[in-house]
């Protein structure tokens, strides 16, 4: 026995010593062995190598940018070490690319001019380039890299690229949705069908990584409503060559009820400041028959949150608990200690031009103050509605309870513009626009504006400079100079002449809430009456110095600016020309209520819009310049200023007028994301007691219609159809209404 191991000792030991060797390198030119030493932990000079040394060698030097590519071999007397070195990159050519350019892709390679070659960035760059292309739909796209010599010791490195067939989805289905519209589910997701209606859109690129994004959209979107157990899969079916059909399955599963509301709150003082907000979150629940809403909730806790804030305590916040059974949902809200974190330093970085403290005079927090994330987001969200900044990121590096917040201004470099605009539109027809503008005006964030405009009535000029002050970022000024021409001649029998200037502030008391006030001075020179005996007319006619003074007050909770689909908005305007300081003499009220209610479960909503106005003159005789006038785009089946009393072919207008317009609207032919809208609506109003009109009945008006509203890379676009139902024999209808374009 003690031989055998013996043996097997002196075998083992033999066939140590035999695989014990000194390393040879062989390729070296630029680099030498010392070189080589540098970058790699074994003693390559050391004659009793092993196998394990060599694969710790190879592993090194092939993570150094000095060595393209390592092979070895082992011989009887020595381990063989070929290398070739790298070379300098000179040049970087895409060959074979239509559709992306060579600096779309350059950009994003880890190779670059100037350095080593490396084969690890060249897989790299090849992985890289096949996942641009299949972001773009090209899914059967091959990479070959190529090596070109440039000089001695510099290359050119050349990808060749064959892109093959670009892949489209051209029709999106879901399968399984009971809760959510099909234009629903699409208005939530990226990927996009190819739309017969619009010439701007194609159809989404084949791409599994926006599909996989879709998908979690989708079941984000079950889950917020209550369907915790909802499953969402996708499946891609090639219909033609290269065009696709994506499918997604929905297994809803069933939806959950709040069966038990918990509120673990013990401090009285708290329970006190949130008792009615927890009320209203608890009628919430009822109304909404208890079913599971995350959106509701968070929003809720949200105003919890902000409301400790508002009464200084900074060290606990409200938070949520959910825990399931089977078919309903346990819901929990509970106070956490927090240890108070105290603001020390604002950094702001990013403004080149936007000077630190028109940046510092936007935002409400400063150190001293407690940090909160409300006020912090607030605060962000502020500074993003300003025209020169185009993003803000944040960053808050917390020590001991001290905060410092830096934020990284992305600003927008050109804030001057100029610009020519085109105008078309059923009331004044063919317009032109010339303006120019800064946005940003010696890094002030102040703006300036000059416009140009003339169509079928107006040749108008205007100065605008709009001040944000220093010390209230809440607050606007408006200055403006104006000087205009108008030629009433078809409405109103003459024409005019008005120069003036204006004042305006604004007041945003938060997000929805705004006030304003101000004036304007007039010079009103009216001329060329066609009737010299109307004394509709001719009480325009001479020079009138006009002072206005002007009230407003708007809310506006509605969630699109263009084309909102929930949300109300109301607004009142208040005008008055004082009787002892003006020539033309009047007050003026307009009120105006918008109401949308989105219906759940799709994006179509129904709204009610109403509208009221009323004037009085100081003499008994309000001028038809200052009157209110109704038809064209403002009543639509009707011609412009086409309701109410007329002189002959003078229109008179009148004192007073309302319009209650009931409608629907919907995406169910047209998704959002192609911002369209298509509304059918039924428009009711009158207008009355014009001071040159005998007559003093109201009226009623109707019209039915129906219009299509969508943005385009040219501008807005509105086109409507409606018929008169009920008009007048001195009305005049017009069906077609149409707007293209924006002014200035």
């Given at each position: 026995?003690?031989?055998?191991?013996?043996?097997?000792?002196?075998?083992?030991?033999?066939?140590?010593?035999?695989?014990?060797?000194?390393?040879?390198?062989?390729?070296?030119?630029?680099?030498?062995?010392?070189?080589?030493?540098?970058?790699?932990?074994?003693?390559?000079?050391?004659?009793?190598?092993?196998?394990?040394?060599?694969?710790?060698?190879?592993?090194?030097?092939?993570?150094?940018?000095?060595?393209?590519?390592?092979?070895?071999?082992?011989?009887?007397?020595?381990?063989?070490?070929?290398?070739?070195?790298?070379?300098?990159?000179?040049?970087?050519?895409?060959?074979?690319?239509?559709?992306?350019?060579?600096?779309?892709l350059i950009q994003n390679l880890k190779s670059k001019t100037n350095y080593f070659m490396s084969q690890n960035n060249i897989q790299d760059d090849i992985r890289i380039i096949k996942n641009i292309y299949k972001s773009k739909g090209f899914q059967d796209l091959s990479v070959i890299a190529k090596v070109e010599r440039y000089s001695q010791?510099?290359?050119?490195?050349?990808?060749?690229?064959?892109?093959?067939?670009?892949?489209?989805?051209?029709?999106?289905?879901?399968?399984?949705?009971?809760?959510?519209?099909?234009?629903?589910?699409?208005?939530?997701?990226?990927?996009?069908?190819?739309?017969?209606?619009?010439?701007?859109?194609?159809?989404?690129?084949?791409?599994?990584?926006?599909?996989?994004?879709?998908?979690?959209?989708?079941?984000?979107?079950?889950?917020?409503?209550?369907?915790?157990?909802?499953?969402?899969?996708?499946?891609?079916?090639?219909?033609?060559?290269?065009?696709?059909?994506?499918?997604?399955?929905?297994?809803?599963?069933?939806?959950?009820?709040?069966?038990?509301?918990?509120?673990?709150?013990?401090?009285?003082?708290?329970?006190?400041?949130?008792?009615?907000?927890?009320?209203?979150?608890?009628?919430?629940?009822?109304?909404?028959?208890?079913?599971?809403?995350?959106?509701?909730?968070?929003?809720?806790?949200?105003?919890?949150?902000?409301?400790?804030?508002?009464?200084?305590?900074?060290?606990?916040?409200?938070?949520?608990?959910?825990?399931?059974?089977?078919?309903?949902?346990?819901?929990?809200?509970?106070?956490?200690?927090?240890?108070?974190?105290?603001?020390?330093?604002?950094?702001?970085?990013?403004?080149?031009?936007?000077?630190?403290?028109?940046?510092?005079?936007?935002?409400?927090?400063?150190?001293?103050?407690?940090?909160?994330?409300?006020?912090?987001?607030?605060?962000?969200?502020?500074?993003?509605?300003?025209?020169?900044?185009?993003?803000?990121?944040?960053?808050?590096?917390?020590?001991?309870?001290?905060?410092?917040?830096?934020?990284?201004?992305?600003?927008?470099?050109?804030?001057?513009?100029?610009?020519?605009?085109?105008?078309?539109?059923?009331?004044?027809?063919?317009?032109?626009?010339?303006?120019?503008?800064?946005?940003?005006?010696?890094?002030?964030?102040?703006?300036?504006?000059?416009?140009?405009?003339?169509?079928?009535?107006?040749?108008?000029?205007?100065?605008?400079?709009?001040?944000?002050?220093?010390?209230?970022?809440?607050?606007?000024?408006?200055?403006?100079?104006?000087?205009?021409?108008?030629?009433?001649?078809?409405?109103?029998?003459?024409?005019?002449?008005?120069?003036?200037?204006?004042?305006?502030?604004?007041?945003?008391?938060?997000?929805?809430?705004?006030?304003?006030?101000?004036?304007?001075?007039?010079?009103?020179?009216?001329?060329?009456?066609?009737?010299?005996?109307?004394?509709?007319?001719?009480?325009?006619?001479?020079?009138?110095?006009?002072?206005?003074?002007?009230?407003?007050?708007?809310?506006?909770?509605?969630?699109?600016?263009?084309?909102?689909?929930?949300?109300?908005?109301?607004?009142?305007?208040?005008?008055?020309?004082?009787?002892?300081?003006?020539?033309?003499?009047?007050?003026?009220?307009?009120?105006?209520?918008?109401?949308?209610?989105?219906?759940?479960?799709?994006?179509?909503?129904?709204?009610?819009?109403?509208?009221?106005?009323?004037?009085?003159?100081?003499?008994?005789?309000?001028?038809?310049?200052?009157?209110?006038?109704?038809?064209?785009?403002?009543?639509?089946?009707?011609?412009?200023?086409?309701?109410?009393?007329?002189?002959?072919?003078?229109?008179?207008?009148?004192?007073?007028?309302?319009?209650?317009?009931?409608?629907?609207?919907?995406?169910?032919?047209?998704?959002?994301?192609?911002?369209?809208?298509?509304?059918?609506?039924?428009?009711?109003?009158?207008?009355?007691?014009?001071?040159?009109?005998?007559?003093?009945?109201?009226?009623?008006?109707?019209?039915l219609g129906t219009s299509f509203d969508f943005i385009t890379p040219i501008g807005p676009i509105s086109f409507s159809y409606a018929i008169p139902i009920n008009k007048k024999d001195i009305d005049k209808s017009r069906p077609f209404n149409f707007t293209i374009g924006t002014s200035f």
């Open positions: 026995m003690f031989k055998y191991l013996i043996l097997f000792l002196f075998s083992f030991l033999l066939s140590f010593n035999l695989s014990s060797k000194p390393i040879n390198i062989s390729g070296l030119s630029k680099l030498s062995y010392d070189d080589i030493q540098s970058i790699t932990s074994i003693n390559i000079y050391d004659n009793n190598s092993n196998i394990n040394n060599i694969n710790i060698l190879i592993k090194e030097l092939s993570l150094s940018d000095l060595i393209y590519d390592i092979s070895y071999e082992e011989l009887s007397e020595k381990f063989q070490i070929s290398i070739t070195e790298s070379d300098l990159i000179e040049n970087i050519f895409i060959n074979n690319n239509i559709w992306i350019k060579d600096d779309a010791d510099r290359i050119n490195l050349i990808y060749e690229i064959k892109e093959n067939d670009q892949q489209k989805i051209n029709i999106i289905k879901f399968v399984g949705n009971n809760f959510f519209s099909n234009n629903y589910l699409n208005s939530t997701i990226n990927s996009q069908s190819i739309r017969f209606y619009n010439i701007f859109k194609t159809g989404s690129n084949l791409n599994f990584s926006m599909f996989e994004y879709d998908k979690n959209q989708i079941l984000s979107s079950y889950k917020d409503e209550g369907f915790l157990n909802v499953k969402v899969s996708y499946v891609l079916e090639k219909s033609s060559f290269n065009n696709n059909v994506l499918y997604f399955y929905i297994d809803e599963g069933d939806r959950f009820l709040i069966n038990d509301f918990i509120l673990d709150i013990k401090d009285n003082f708290i329970k006190n400041i949130l008792n009615k907000d927890i009320d209203d979150f608890k009628k919430k629940l009822e109304k909404n028959n208890f079913v599971y809403n995350k959106k509701l909730i968070e929003d809720y806790i949200e105003l919890f949150n902000q409301n400790l804030i508002s009464n200084n305590i900074n060290n606990q916040i409200i938070k949520f608990d959910v825990s399931d059974n089977l078919d309903s949902i346990n819901l929990l809200f509970y106070v956490e200690k927090i240890d108070p974190v105290i603001i020390s330093k604002i950094s702001i970085t990013g403004n080149s031009i936007t000077k630190d403290r028109t940046i510092r005079s936007k935002i409400s927090i400063e150190p001293g103050q407690y940090l909160n994330k409300y006020t912090l987001d607030k605060s962000i969200k502020n500074l993003k509605r300003f025209p020169y900044i185009k993003d803000v990121k944040q960053s808050t590096n917390i020590i001991d309870q001290l905060a410092e917040i830096t934020l990284d201004i992305d600003e927008e470099k050109k804030t001057g513009n100029i610009l020519v605009a085109g105008t078309l539109n059923s009331d004044t027809g063919v317009g032109l626009t010339f303006g120019i503008e800064d946005k940003n005006v010696f890094g002030s964030g102040n703006s300036i504006r000059s416009n140009f405009t003339v169509n079928s009535e107006d040749l108008k000029f205007d100065l605008n400079y709009v001040q944000y002050p220093i010390l209230n970022p809440n607050l606007t000024n408006t200055y403006t100079i104006f000087n205009q021409d108008n030629d009433y001649t078809s409405s109103f029998g003459y024409k005019a002449s008005i120069k003036g200037i204006g004042y305006f502030i604004n007041f945003n008391q938060n997000d929805k809430l705004s006030y304003g006030a101000g004036f304007n001075y007039e010079a009103f020179k009216g001329h060329s009456a066609v009737n010299k005996s109307s004394a509709a007319i001719n009480d325009n006619i001479g020079n009138f110095d006009n002072y206005n003074l002007n009230l407003s007050v708007k809310y506006d909770s509605s969630d699109d600016y263009f084309y909102p689909t929930n949300g109300t908005i109301n607004k009142l305007d208040f005008s008055i020309s004082p009787k002892d300081i003006s020539d033309n003499s009047y007050y003026k009220v307009s009120i105006s209520n918008k109401n949308y209610r989105q219906l759940k479960k799709s994006t179509n909503y129904f709204f009610l819009n109403n509208n009221y106005g009323f004037a009085k003159s100081s003499n008994g005789k309000l001028k038809t310049i200052n009157a209110f006038g109704l038809g064209g785009l403002n009543f639509k089946g009707f011609d412009y200023k086409g309701i109410g009393p007329n002189d002959g072919s003078i229109y008179l207008g009148g004192n007073e007028y309302f319009t209650t317009t009931l409608g629907y609207g919907s995406s169910f032919i047209f998704d959002d994301k192609d911002n369209i809208n298509v509304k059918f609506f039924l428009t009711a109003g009158s207008i009355w007691n014009s001071d040159y009109d005998t007559s003093s009945d109201a009226d009623l008006r109707t019209s």
